[in-house]
């Protein structure tokens, strides 16, 4: 079973200006308000950083979030962005499927894009979250994830 550790960064504002050490960051990224309203989870390449990319993508979080009955105010959302070492670049989808279909079981009414599950047939993969220590990037894992170790056998029923 492949392993990716991702080291988590933020609490981030959508409206601040990307901090220089996240803007080619590569990994995946959860925006969040209200600390456990899930809004989108997505991931991230050396072009465009998981910040600069959630920014992006404001417009389809609100239009998504109207459609299924449900609000979302850019005042109150941040973004985690979680940082993947460059030697698992390859691993970053699948961690994004299993990363969803985490959040699902446990967010479930409130994920957008749930069309991206993990289920058994794709090839295992545990993520260990982390947080990121550096002194430029200070964070935390996002209050969403109660788990430190997100692996598939946890997610049995989902097919």
Same mark, same amino acid.
């Given at each position: 079973?492949?392993?990716?550790?991702?080291?988590w960064?933020?609490?981030?504002?959508?409206?601040?200006?990307?901090?220089?050490?996240?803007?080619?960051?590569?990994?995946?990224?959860?925006?969040?308000?209200?600390?456990?309203?899930?809004?989108?989870?997505?991931? @991230? &390449?050396?072009?465009k =950083?998981?910040? /600069?990319? *959630?920014?992006?993508?404001?417009?389809?979080?609100?239009? !998504?979030?109207?459609?299924?009955?449900?609000?979302y105010?850019?005042?109150?959302?941040?973004?985690?962005?979680?940082?993947? @070492? &460059?030697?698992?670049? =390859?691993?970053? /989808?699948? *961690?994004?499927?299993?990363?969803?279909?985490?959040?699902? !079981?446990?967010?479930?009414?409130?994920?957008?894009?749930?069309q991206k599950?993990?289920?058994?047939?794709?090839?295992?993969?545990?993520?260990?979250?982390?947080?990121?220590?550096?002194?430029?990037?200070?964070?935390?894992?996002?209050?969403?994830?109660?788990?430190?170790?997100?692996?598939?056998?946890?997610?049995?029923?989902?097919?």
């Amino acid at each position: 079973m492949d392993t990716i550790a991702v080291k988590w960064s933020g609490p981030h504002k959508l409206d601040q200006v990307t901090p220089w050490e996240e803007g080619g960051a590569i990994g995946l990224y959860i925006v969040i308000q209200d600390h456990d309203d899930i809004v989108y989870v997505g991931k @991230a &390449s050396a072009k465009k =950083g998981a910040v /600069a990319r *959630a920014r992006s993508h404001r417009k389809k979080y609100a239009r !998504r979030r109207r459609m299924r009955g449900l609000d979302y105010d850019i005042n109150k959302a941040v973004v985690y962005a979680g940082h993947v @070492a &460059s030697k698992d670049e =390859g691993l970053i /989808a699948l *961690a994004e499927h299993l990363l969803i279909s985490h959040l699902y !079981r446990t967010h479930g009414h409130q994920m957008v894009n749930a069309q991206k599950l993990y289920y058994g047939w794709k090839p295992p993969l545990k993520i260990i979250n982390e947080v990121e220590t550096s002194g430029k990037m200070p964070g935390r894992i996002p209050p969403c994830l109660s788990k430190k170790i997100i692996s598939p056998s946890e997610l049995s029923g989902l097919d």
